[in-house]
């Protein structure tokens, strides 16, 4: 097979975005972590059900589903209690 101008570009742009991703994922990565580092210093804030689930939701990206699953609630029972876990956190910053 013959290797055109078009094939090049085509894997340029490949290579390219394959680099795009891996920074994408280490910048992820490293968002999740600060994430969970600043979870820890507020933790006491939250109920042992409200930290799991926040940390399952946020630094584990698990889906409602599967966290209600975990919990034997419904994913809109986990909805509410994200919603708590929200104003609280409003609340934190209403106070700093």
Not at 13 to 20: G, I, M, P, S, T
Not at 44 to 56: G, W
Not at 66 to 78: A, I, L, P, Y
Request: include cysteine.
């Amino acid at each position: 097979m013959k290797i055109t101008e078009k094939h090049k570009l085509s894997a340029q742009l490949f290579l390219k975005n394959r680099e795009e991703l891996s920074k994408h994922r280490r910048e992820a990565i490293e968002n999740r972590r600060l994430m969970w580092e600043n979870l820890k210093k507020i933790r006491k804030v939250f109920t042992i059900k409200e930290y799991a689930i926040l940390k399952m939701r946020t630094i584990e990206c698990r889906t409602l589903e599967q966290v209600g699953r975990d919990f034997g609630v419904t994913r809109e029972r986990v909805r509410q209690i994200e919603f708590k876990i929200e104003s609280k956190l409003k609340n934190i910053n209403a106070d700093s």
